[in-house]
């Protein structure tokens, strides 16, 4: 049981205030949304920062529930659920979401997340148009790759992100996103 006791310590550590692991269904997404907007009524968040947040977490969540790949091994289905954290410091807010994904989806990702990162404000604006007129990037799952334009738009910060091995076929893809609690300029 000293295990739930270092979660905690983690948990406070780290300065989490939500963290869910497990499936991701609309219901569930549904669930934690409500919880952290609770949580940020409490303290009586800014509304332009929980709306910048909110935003920031339903495109966290949507990834999750659209991209998500199922691990198979043996041609069956592994249990490997995604990650949703935020976390809350002086200062900002950290969402931080992580889900496996095929291997063979890691370089064109990266590049994506790349590209993105690579644009100021404006230059992320003309992407976004771009990508809504031509419906570039868009995938099997109905995704258009809008969500992560969005974010690092709505945050103004660059998107973290990593990609862990996790065997032959799969890595776990983790993003950060960090919404600054200070006003900014970003929308």
Known sequence: MKYIYELHRTMITRKL????EG???QEITKSVLAMAERNMDAIGEDSGIKRKVFNVMVECLQNIVKHSDEIQEGGAPVRHGAVFMIGKDDDKYLITSGNPIQNDKVEMLNNKLDHINSLDKEG???YYKEVIKSNKGLSEKGG??????????????KLQFDFEPMGNEYSFFSLKTVIRRTATDSE
């Open 17 to 20: 205030i939500l963290v869910y």
């Open 23 to 25: 499936e991701f269904t």
């Open 124 to 126: 992320l604006k003309n």
């Open 144 to 157: 258009a790759g809008l969500g992560f334009i969005d974010m690092a738009r709505k945050s103004g910060q």
